[in-house]
């Protein structure tokens, strides 16, 4: 139970080291669990606003939380944050902007960069998933379960290790790490999520998904020519005529299917499709990083 009155005054409080793989978030849930503090109390601890440290994603007081974890700051951002994922198509410029203001810790304006990545809709890829085999492997290696990092991501509906389904946990990815968010995997019930998908398909994106974490921040900024370059010597040749367009997109949709593209919030329109943006070097708003995922999936089967 965590105690009422928290940490005596001038008591140094260690959190515990991130394990592979793991979401800032949990480590901060682990961290609750390991000293018998609320959130709110492990917010004054590390020095920040309660509601601040509130994201389960959207990291915040990293240079804090990486002097009382005892790990460099760069390696929470790098291997223990969705960051690597949401900058894949940054240029340096944007990297290194992004970068010092998350390291600010002003959660206002990366808040957007993250929450543009995701669904905006309610969608179950916006909750908490986990695996049950991790579950058992992380209790046997470390003596608790935890949050993994690629779980969250958009594209990963399979372990990337054990290859079986994510169970969701109905508990939001970008919901406050309150009291009744404040659990572990093993300290929820999981359920089933049909994303209209075979389990190929759904191999094939949740492996391209989570390799994208091992890539440095802007690792595809020259995106829009990589797919040009495609495009063109798979035989859509022109790529300012709307009917080439059009059917760039009815293929990508074609290899997806549309079921599957609408469950996870990115249907393919009529008019100024996601496809036909990325065709044209022409950024995207939404689920950018996803979508791209998908494009490279599609222009591979080419
Ligand atoms: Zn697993």
């Not at 974890?69 to 944007?94: Q, V």
Request: charged share 15%; with cysteine.
């Amino acid at each position: 139970m965590p105690s009422r009155g928290g940490p005596r005054p001038g008591l140094t409080v260690y959190l515990p080291r991130p394990y592979p793989d793991e979401m800032l978030g949990s480590l901060l849930i682990r961290a609750s669990h390991h000293l018998g503090l609320t959130s709110v109390q492990l917010a004054h601890v590390i020095g920040v606003d309660a509601h601040a440290l509130a994201h389960f994603v959207i990291p915040t007081g990293l240079p804090r939380i990486a002097s009382l974890a005892a790990t460099p700051t760069d390696k929470l951002l790098l291997e223990h944050t969705a960051f690597p994922y949401i900058s894949l198509t940054w240029d340096t410029h944007a990297i290194t902007e992004h970068r010092d203001q998350l390291l600010r810790s002003r959660p206002a304006e990366p808040s957007i960069w993250f929450r543009s990545n995701f669904p905006r809709r309610p969608n179950p890829a916006k909750l908490r998933r986990f695996c049950p085999e991790c579950i058992q492997a992380d209790i046997g290696t470390y003596g608790e379960s935890y949050w993994h990092r690629s779980h969250a991501l958009p594209g990963v509906f399979l372990c990337p290790q054990h290859g079986v389904r994510l169970l969701l946990a109905h508990v939001y990815l970008f919901g406050a790490i309150s009291r009744s968010t404040n659990v572990l995997p093993y300290e929820v019930i999981g359920t089933h999520a049909d994303w209209q998908a075979d389990q190929r398909q759904l191999q094939t994106i949740s492996l391209a998904t989570a390799s994208t974490l091992s890539l440095p921040p802007g690792a595809w900024q020259h995106w829009a020519a990589v797919y040009r370059g495609k495009l063109e010597a798979s035989g859509y040749r022109d790529l300012c005529d709307q009917t080439v367009l059009r059917k760039i997109a009815l293929d990508c949709q074609g290899t997806f299917g549309p079921k599957f593209l609408t469950s996870i919030g990115l249907p393919i329109t009529f008019y100024d499709s996601w496809p036909s943006r990325l065709a044209t070097g022409k950024a995207l708003r939404l689920q950018s990083s996803f979508a791209h995922i998908l494009f490279r999936v599609f222009l591979e089967s080419l």
